[in-house]
């Protein structure tokens, strides 16, 4: 294509008998070699003097057009700039940004693991799952966090004193441990979660303290070196606050957990006491999206129903006997890894919640054999809240939850002082790639051997999943799945 000073030094080449010069070109003066050309700025106004700098176009690019067309680039590019920041301030979250949790500066990453705090987190965890499943009939699944819930109360706990202290540790499971143990053991299993998941598994804690409530600052300082909690000063009592915390939880879960907090917060809320978890990861034996496929699953009541089965054939830690058949899934690049629990063929989901504690589910995993087979198991995308407080009354603690009888002398000299609600928001996918998995925890204080031959498992009945960190055998999420459509 020819460019705009070539078109104009064309020009001046043609012959005036060109009709498309026309007529406007009558009085051109000839040229040495007969032709004619337009006459020069000077010549137009009377001037036989040629300009000294005067230079042809042809062949050159026109200096100042250059210039003209990196300045509109310029401010193009800062036009583009001011609308996306724009556009940010406008979507972003209302009120202050949080900063995000840091790891517990108590923790050591090389440390020994507690192995009674990892077992006290995984009791507690399949004791409430079992309470939970029961309070929650009409529920497809239920998914909890047991650490996230388990890491909530403990940071709760460490502001309490007397028969409210006492108990709550009861339920935790962690009343043989001395505090400083406990709390000890916690900043070491969070560090080293975080080093070893290596960024597949984050966990988070913070304290939001009303502005017009004064808290111990030895409380605030315990959650923050022991559990890494970011402790803020903030009108719990504005409009702005829950949309704050709101915020906090999303971005500490992927945005898979949103709006934990409804807003207005209670005007008797002094403290909000959030935990958030996270996990992504891919499985090391990759499922074929193309041999997912409709196939029956029989729920515990009503007709069978179609659900979308994946199919994955390998070698995996897998067993089997008459009360259940169990595999191992890893992630890829992670130490953690996936548990898939079917209750036998003459056993059922209920039956298996009850017999399921942190000693059977150690049995399950270290009967495990490496054999090669085939798993076909449901995709699943569950998400769903639940109000802890009737699971850990009846746990042990309702002394927590009464106005009358809670004791937090060791958080506040303020009374009285109780536990208004103990809320956990879970999310959960399972597909072809992997795993993703969310959780949320607010606390409102106002042998079994292998078979010998390649095995195919067919999970089409009710199950239990948990996500179990592989090197200290902490749970970090399980569920118990009615019927995997959600």
């Known amino acids: 294509m020819m460019g705009q000073d070539d078109w104009l030094s064309d020009r001046d080449e043609r012959h005036p008998s060109d009709p498309e010069l026309g007529p406007s070109h009558r009085g051109e003066r000839h040229t040495s070699g007969g032709r004619r050309r337009p006459p020069d700025r000077h010549e137009r106004h009377g001037s036989s003097v040629r300009p000294p700098h005067a230079r042809s176009t042809k062949g050159h690019k026109h200096p100042r057009r250059s210039k003209r067309a990196a300045l509109v680039l310029v ?10 920041w724009g556009g940010w301030l406008l979507l972003r979250p209302k009120g202050p940004t949080p900063v995000l949790a840091s790891p517990p500066s108590a923790g050591h990453l090389n440390a020994t693991l507690n192995t009674s705090l990892t077992g006290a987190i995984n009791e507690f965890g399949f004791d409430l799952l079992r309470r939970e499943f029961a309070l929650n009939p009409s529920n497809s699944s239920v998914v909890l966090s047991p650490i996230s ?3 909530a109360l403990a940071m709760a706990e460490s502001g309490a004193a007397g028969d409210t202290a006492l108990h709550i540790r009861r339920v935790l499971r ?8 406990e709390r000890q053991g916690y900043a070491n299993l969070l560090v080293s979660l975080s080093d070893t998941e290596k960024g597949q598994f984050s966990i988070a804690n913070s304290l939001w303290i009303d502005k017009d409530h004064a808290f111990k600052q030895e409380f605030v300082d315990t959650d923050k070196q022991f559990f890494g909690a970011d402790a803020q000063s903030i009108d719990l009592q504005a409009a702005s606050a829950a949309d704050s915390i709101n915020s906090w939880v999303a971005k500490n879960t992927g945005d898979r957990i949103a709006g934990i907090i409804a807003a207005p917060i209670s005007k008797n809320a002094s403290l909000e006491l959030l935990n958030a978890a996270y996990f992504l990861g891919t499985w090391q034996e990759q499922f074929d999206p193309h041999q997912t496929k409709p196939t029956d699953f029989r729920p515990p009541s009503g007709p069978t129903v179609k659900v979308p089965m994946m199919s994955v054939s390998g070698s995996f830690g ?12 890893p992630y890829s690049g992670s130490n953690a890894a996936m548990l898939v629990i079917l209750p036998g063929s003459k056993s059922s989901l209920s039956k298996e919640l009850k017999s399921v504690d942190a000693a059977q589910f150690a049995k399950i995993r270290s009967g495990l054999q490496e054999s090669d087979g085939t798993l076909r198991l449901p995709q699943l995308e569950a998400r769903g809240t639940l109000k802890l407080n009737g699971a850990l009354e009846t746990m042990g603690m309702s002394d927590a939850f009464s106005s009358s009888r809670a004791d937090f002398s060791a958080m506040t000299n303020m009374t009285p002082l109780w536990l208004d609600r103990v809320q956990h928001s879970t999310y959960l996918r399972v597909d072809e790639k992997g795993t993703e998995a969310a959780a949320a ?26 996500i179990v960190d592989e090197r200290s055998g902490v749970v970090l999420f399980v569920a118990a799945v009615r019927d995997p459509r959600g």
Request: without cysteine.
């Open 75 to 84: 401010a193009l590019v800062v036009v583009i700039a001011a609308l996306a």
């Open 149 to 151: 819930v388990h890491a």
């Open 174 to 181: 962690v009343d043989a441990l001395k505090p400083a143990v």
């Open 318 to 329: 897998h067993t089997k006997t008459k009360q259940y058949e169990a595999i191992r899934l």
């Open 441 to 466: 925890t607010e606390i409102s204080a106002a042998g079994t051997a292998a078979p010998n031959h390649p095995f195919t498992m067919t999970v089409d009945r009710p199950y239990i999943m948990a």
